[in-house]
Structure formats: C-alpha cells, structure tokens
T-cell receptor, first 114, second 115 residues
Framework: DGGITQSPKYLFRKEGQNVTLSCEQN?????MYWYRQDPGQGLRLIYYSQIVNDFQKGDIAEGYSVSREKKESFPLTVTSAQKNPTAFYLCASSIGAGPYNEQFFGPGTRLTVL | AQTVTQSQPEMSVQEAETVTLSCTYD???????LFWYKQPPSRQMILVIRQEAYKQQNATENRFSVNFQKAAKSFSLKISDSQLGDTAMYFC????????????FGDGTTLTVKP
C-alpha cells in the first residue's frame, strides 16, 4: 500500500533532550513537509523540502532541524532550543511543491515533553 | 503577510441538511490557490476541495462546493446532505504560486453532524 508513515504515534521526552520524529513515504513524491498543530489552531509549516538534499525553512523553523538524504525520508529533529515542543506533528508529501499538487498527510506524532 | 481567518470556531448541523463554513483571507498576490481540508477525530488530514484563484467557476466535489468571491477575499465551503462522517475539523488554507510549498492555514471550524 502506498502512503505516508510517521512513527511513533506518541512520544514522550524529558525537557532538554533532542528527539527525532520519523516520516517515510513510498509515493515517489519529490516534496515533503513538516507541520506543527497546537490545540485550537491550524497547521503551521516548520520545514519543507522540494527535492532530495534541499530544504527550506517554514514559518516556525526555530528550534527544529531536518535532513533530506533520501527521497522517501524526511526526519524532523526537535532540539532543546525549541521552547515549547509539546504539540501534534504532521508530515505530508506531494508530487511537487506547486499548489496544484495535492498534499497527502501522515497520521501524525503527538510529542509530549515532560 | 498572508492571513486566513475562520470566524466560526464551532458549528453543528442536522444530518441531511446543508451547512456553510466561512473563510476569509488576505493577500496582495494575484495568483494563488485555496483549499479546504478535513481533519476527522482520527487526526488524518485530507484535502476536500481546491480552487484556483484565476478560475471564476466555483469548484465542486460531490456534496462539497465552494463560494469563491475574489474581490471580497472570501472562500466558503458548503456541505450538502450532511452525513455523520462529515463530523470533523475543517481548515481553510491557501498557497501563493510564487511561494510553492508554503501553505497558510486558518484555525479551523469544528463541525458536528447530529443524527
């Protein structure tokens, strides 16, 4: 089955620790995205990648880092510099980054920092 | 800066009736796309409908249709014959063509369909 997988579904970390969220897609999509969702709010773009080995900052990139070494993988690291990391994180992908290309979303990871 | 405003945090509708969700946006760009996304309780986000700003004809997808008023910067979603499975949070979003990849989302409207 083609799709996007995010793991784990729930993640708990102690304050001050870095944590990496996984996102994998087997849709052969060039573009991938990371969003953050807080209660009662819409999605905010953290980082996006239009092609392998390239990525751009979104609106709230501070305290996060990404890599795009493989087409199918776009991991997100939440660093200790992120002041309020507890949130729901969604990964998405599309054939290309243009607005005419539908974004397909993964099931999300809920990160709780204790 | 681009902004998207959804002024109705919560709405409810009886099964089989019609409901309209509101969305307004602000941009100085001319070439952009507008979207409605659905996020059910499972949190799996899916695209409901898309509208290209250069198209005057309103987009429709089965029971879902939009009323796009470019001059008023308004983009409402109409759901006809509401079904229990339509219960979800709905997000309005847009992307300008020159910033491919960067979507701006509203804060969402929680829709409950009552039996």
């Amino acid at each position: 089955d083609g799709g996007i997988t995010q793991s784990p579904k729930y993640l708990f970390r102690k304050e001050g620790q870095n944590v990496t969220l996984s996102c994998e897609q087997n849709l052969n999509h060039d573009a991938m995205y990371w969003y953050r969702q807080d209660p009662g709010q819409g999605l905010r773009l953290i980082y996006y990648s239009q092609i392998v080995n390239d990525f751009q900052k979104g609106d709230i990139a501070e305290g996060y880092s990404v890599s795009r070494e493989k087409k199918e993988s776009f991991p997100l690291t939440v660093t200790s510099a992120q002041k309020n990391p507890t949130a729901f994180y969604l990964c998405a992908s599309s054939i290309g980054a243009g607005p005419y290309n539908e974004q397909f979303f993964g099931p999300g990871t809920r990160l709780t920092v204790l | 800066a681009q902004t998207v405003t959804q002024s109705q945090p919560e709405m409810s509708v009886q099964e089989a009736e019609t409901v309209t969700l509101s969305c307004t946006y602000d941009t100085s760009e001319n070439n952009y796309y507008l979207f409605w996304y659905k996020q059910p309780p499972s949190r799996q986000m899916i695209l409901v409908i898309r509208q290209e700003a250069y198209k005057q004809q309103n987009a429709t997808e089965n029971r879902f249709s939009v009323n796009f008023q470019k001059a008023a910067k308004s983009f409402s979603l109409k759901i006809s014959d509401s079904q229990l499975g339509d219960t979800a949070m709905y997000f309005c979003a847009f992307m300008i063509e020159v910033n491919a990849g960067k979507s701006t989302f509203g804060d969402g409207t929680t829709l409950t369909v009552k039996p």
